[in-house]
């Protein structure tokens, strides 16, 4: 199974650790042609800012739109979630509140519990992190802290506001990876 991780900024490293421990192939996408032939993609953590200037610098919003559209499975976790969105690639039918837990100094964690995650809790890890705001009906709320939704899917797509990679959280990329098993 191959498995890409956007690269353009962010942790992708971490991602990519997780990844190949888990047993995934893994290839750090830069440009359109990093795509071809992926069984799954994930949008990291990072500045989605800086993420969306780096995906238009490098002609992928398309080949990303193409791709998702296909059926691949997507991870989006924090800033990738908010990629995602209505505002961003349009992927997802949601709209994020960017740094809506605070800045910075506010960064928490909680345990949470997602459908499909089986065993003790998953330790999240909220840093400067979004929340999903506004979604339409074929948004599946995974989970929400304090009223705020921070885990969702679409279809393909499966978002989380919070950073699994930081807490040494692996299922949540074992989800994902069952999901990219089945489209492969």
Known sequence: MLVGVLALQGDFA?????????GAEVREVRVPADLEGLDGLVIPGGESTTMTLGIEREGLAEPLRHLAAAGTPVLGTCAGMIMLDREHLGLAD???????????????????RIPGVDGPPVRAVFIRAPWI???????????????????AR???????????????????????????????
């Not at 971490?14 to 888990?22: D, F, N, Y």
Request: charged share 25%.
């Open 14 to 22: 971490a991602h990519t650790r997780v990844l190949r421990g888990l």
């Open 94 to 112: 949601w709209r994020c509140e960017r740094n809506a837990f605070g800045r910075q100094i506010r960064s928490f964690e909680a345990d949470l």
């Open 133 to 151: 705001a506004e979604h339409g009906e074929e948004v599946e709320i995974l989970a929400s802290v304090d009223g705020h939704p921070v885990a």
């Open 154 to 184: 679409q279809g393909n797509l499966l978002a989380i506001s919070f950073h699994p990679e930081i807490a040494g959280e692996t299922r949540l990329h074992e989800l994902f990876l069952r999901q990219a098993t089945v489209h492969a």
